[in-house]
Nanobody, 123 residues
Framework: VQLQASGGGLVQVGGSLRLSCVAS????????MAWYRQAPGHERELVAE???????HYADSVKGRFTISRDIAKNTVYLQMNSLKREDTAVYYC??????????????????WGQGTLVTVSS
């Protein structure tokens, strides 16, 4: 499973951005998808996650401002970010928990990561 994230960039405080992440490959099924972020000097943290059933969970710091959604048919997850703050500046990574069938016909579970996309919020 390969994840390709896009949509980062430079935005002013109070502005909006929409991140996208598409999963590609064959022979897999994706369960949860999520967005993480890592700011300079900080550990990677979970921003939002969404299950295959559509249930979502957010970090307290982004509740009410960010919205995660997904298009299951397109294997794509989105992160709509509104009312951006300087402290939202970070590299954002998408992640996906998946199941796949091995060549020996066993189920393999794993977590795939995208390459990261930089979001910079300036005042």
């Amino acid at each position: 499973v390969q994840l390709q994230a896009s949509g980062g960039g430079l935005v002013q405080v109070g502005g909006s951005l929409r991140l996208s992440c598409v999963a590609s490959g064959s022979g897999f099924r994706i369960d949860e998808m999520a967005w993480y972020r890592q700011a300079p000097g900080h550990e990677r943290e979970l921003v939002a996650e969404i299950t295959s059933g559509g249930s979502s969970h957010y970090a307290d710091s982004v509740k009410g401002r960010f919205t995660i959604s997904r298009d299951i048919a397109k294997n794509t997850v989105y992160l709509q970010m509104n009312s951006l703050k300087r402290e939202d500046t970070a590299v954002y990574y998408c992640a996906a928990n998946y199941e796949a069938r091995s060549p020996w016909d066993t189920v393999v579970v794993g977590k795939a990561w995208g390459q990261g996309t930089l979001v910079t919020v300036s005042s």
